[in-house]
């Protein structure tokens, strides 16, 4: 009986995280930040699953799961509570992956910034941009100058412009 039921938490587990790492490769195509942090995480599941001793690890990976995907989905909705397509929540969350910038600026400043992004970012973007240098650099430069007008944290600006410009090239390739 027994094998039985660790047999039935390890197929739970086995579907359970195949159902999640499908979720993360979706985001991926739409979400860089969201898509690292949960990657890094579902990671750490897959990784203590594949390490598992007895049926309590199993236990405790599928808690672990349940949990991710909540996590998850919250992440994923989060955008809604704001108010902002998944464009601009991508850069919302591009714009705050630093901590200090969150200490330092306000919510309703960065989700400005992030729906003037995702605006430039539409206005400017043209038929296989990441691989043209000349519309990357003027992609960049249109970028620092709006992080600017808001008074971005200088000393910040530079890797946010990389990560938007990272963000920019996934949506490109993605097609979105």
Known sequence: MKFKIMCQKNIAANILMKAMRDKVEQIKKKNIVVSRT??????RIIEKYNNRHDEKDVYEV???LVEFKEELLKA????????????EKAFFDVLTADPEVIATMEDDILIKIAKDLTKTVKENL????HERKQAQAKMRMKIKKLLKKYDYPPNKSEKAVEGVM????LQCIAGL
């Open 38 to 43: 949960f990657s890094e995480k579902l990671e």
């Open 62 to 64: 599928l808690e672990a």
């Open 76 to 87: 994923i909705e989060s955008g809604d509570a704001m108010d902002l397509i998944y464009e």
């Open 126 to 129: 043209c038929p296989a941009w």
């Open 166 to 169: 990272e963000q920019v090239t």
